[in-house]
Structures are given as C-alpha cells and as structure tokens.
C-alpha cells in the first residue's frame, strides 16, 4: 500500500522560506512522477509542483521562481522548498503521484501571516 508522509508546514511571515518533506513507502519514487498539491480554506485541491522519472521539473505559474521540487531516490524523499512565501501560499500540502490515484496522506499545513 502507497503512503505519503507529509513534514515540514508551520507559520511563516510572507518572504519566509519553508522546506516541505514527502516521505514515500510502498512504491519507488525513481519509477515514478511526483508531485506536491494544495489546498486552501474553502478551494479545490490543485497541482504547485511536479517532477518526473528522469527529474524533469514544473511548476504552477503561481509559485514559479520561488518553489523547487527535487527528490532523493535512494531515501525515498520528495522536498519542495518554498522562498518567497505569500500569504496566498497558505493551505494544506501533500503530495501524491502527478498522476494522481493514490490515497491522500495528512498533509502538512503552511500558513503564511505577519
């Protein structure tokens, strides 16, 4: 069975930086596209980052230039480091295949407020 084990969300004033991790069990994550998603008070969950098998990386045009995915195959770990936060950034994040259909995990909640 897939997991995803979400760390790495807290408060931060806007500008601040965060460091999400996705720790993946019951799959490879070199055999798979990764993605991270969120979702905010009140919206649909949507896509922020992806990264392919071969590493290739894309990004929603609303966090382009301040968030980069990258993965550690060996230890099973997908990061998205987040600079530049805007309290429009605040949500629930979890990650899951760019494909989607597995079961979500918890999550990790950013909030982004002075």
């Known amino acids: 069975q897939v997991q995803f084990v979400e760390s790495g969300g807290g408060l931060v004033q806007p500008g601040g930086s965060l460091r999400l991790s996705c720790v993946v069990s019951?799959?490879?994550?070199?055999?798979?596209?990764m993605a991270w998603y969120r979702q905010a008070p009140g919206k649909q969950r949507e896509l922020v980052s992806w990264?392919?098998?071969?590493?290739?990386?894309g990004y929603a045009d609303s966090v382009k230039g301040r968030f980069t995915i990258s993965k550690d195959n060996a230890k099973n770990i997908v990061w998205l480091q987040m600079n530049s936060l805007k309290p429009d950034d605040t949500a629930f994040y979890y990650c899951n295949f760019y494909e989607g259909g597995a079961s979500w995990g918890q999550g990790t909640q950013v909030t982004v407020s002075s």
């Open positions: 019951g799959t490879i994550v070199s055999l798979s596209n």
């Open positions: 990264i392919t098998i071969i590493s290739t990386t």
